[in-house]
């Protein structure tokens, strides 16, 4: 028997989706612009907001996360790594 779950549970779920893609789209974009302030400040904004989604996600309905990528306020780390074909 499937486990209804209730409309609460997609929604939430939905915002969070929403919230990742742009986090995806500025890690992109960060990667080739690691300079850019006004990025990382949004980077950072939207991870803060994304992980508030997700407390309160796993709050009501189970754990939905197993690690977020870390960040450094002034400057993005990714960008000094070898590129994977550098390696």
């Keep these: ?3 209804k779950l209730p409309k609460e ?3 939430k779920l939905e915002a ?3 919230i990742d893609f742009v986090i995806y789209d500025l890690i992109l974009y960060l990667n080739t612009h690691p300079d850019d302030a006004q990025a ?3 980077y950072n904004y939207y991870s803060a907001y994304s992980s508030r989604l997700k407390t309160e996600f796993e ?4 754990s939905l996360r197993f690690g977020m990528p870390t960040q450094e306020h002034q400057h993005w ?4 790594a070898p590129w ?3 390696v």
């Design 16 to 18: 969070i989706q929403a």
């Design 59 to 62: 709050a009501c309905f189970g």
């Design 77 to 80: 780390e990714w960008a000094e």
């Design 1 to 3: 028997m499937e486990k």
């Design 40 to 42: 990382i400040q949004q």
């Design 9 to 11: 549970y997609y929604t």
């Design 84 to 86: 994977p074909w550098q």
